[in-house]
């Protein structure tokens, strides 16, 4: 067996320096891509040939590695639509929005520090989103009074949907961090038809995407 570092394109290679001790009757089991966009980011690994796997007790154990998720939404089309319950318990669909700009973005967790800051950057620039004629959606597992209890707190004046068992994530194929530890960060803004101008994921960077979905959406 031998033991080889493996690092995927990455904005902090650092934290994603991966050991691998592997045998050749692996080799088969894994073909991880890296992908990565204008308009979004994914990153993953790309392993060849003469890389080996981690031994099967390394999987048996734990779900420690795990395939990257290529979306399923893309650029130019309309995404699978949905009801969900918002902080106040009342079911939105999708198709309220229609008719003008909506910026949905789905995020890990409620409290937790990036997502904080997200929400809250799009708190401070929800004036900017409202003159636009856009509307602002945060979606998260979370449920309906989690997402009350976070709204209040920081003062939120947008809707946040709570998709308990991450059905609608699934089904928009929103990626997962780097090893599927937590949910993924994605952002998407859909015209007033509902296609899908932008997609950016901003895992790292939580505050990133809003100048450059203003910019957009001012050019609808």
Known sequence: EHSRMVCSSFPNPSICTI????????????????????????????????????????YSSSSR??????????????????????????????SKFKGKPAVVYFYPADETPGCTKQACAFRDSYEKFKKAGATVVGISGDDTASHKAFAKKYRL????????????????????????????????VLDKNGVVQLIYNNQFQPEKPIDETLKLLQSL
């Not at 969900?84 to 939105?92: A, E, I, N, S, T």
């Not at 947008?158 to 068992?165: R, V």
């Open 157 to 188: 004046p947008f809707t946040l949907l709570s998709d308990e068992g991450n059905k609608v994530r699934k089904e928009w194929g929103v990626p997962s961090d780097l090893f599927g530890a937590l949910p993924g960060r994605q952002t998407y």
């Open 19 to 58: 050991p691998m001790q592997i045998s050749q009757a692996q080799l088969s089991r894994i073909h991880v891509v890296v992908s990565k966009s204008s308009h979004s980011q994914t990153f993953g690994l790309q392993l060849s040939s003469n890389h080996l796997l981690p031994s099967p007790a390394y």
């Open 65 to 94: 590695f795990k395939t990257h998720i290529v979306a399923k939404v893309n650029k130019g089309s309309v995404p699978p639509s949905f009801i969900l319950k918002d902080q106040d318990g009342k079911p939105v669909g999708l």
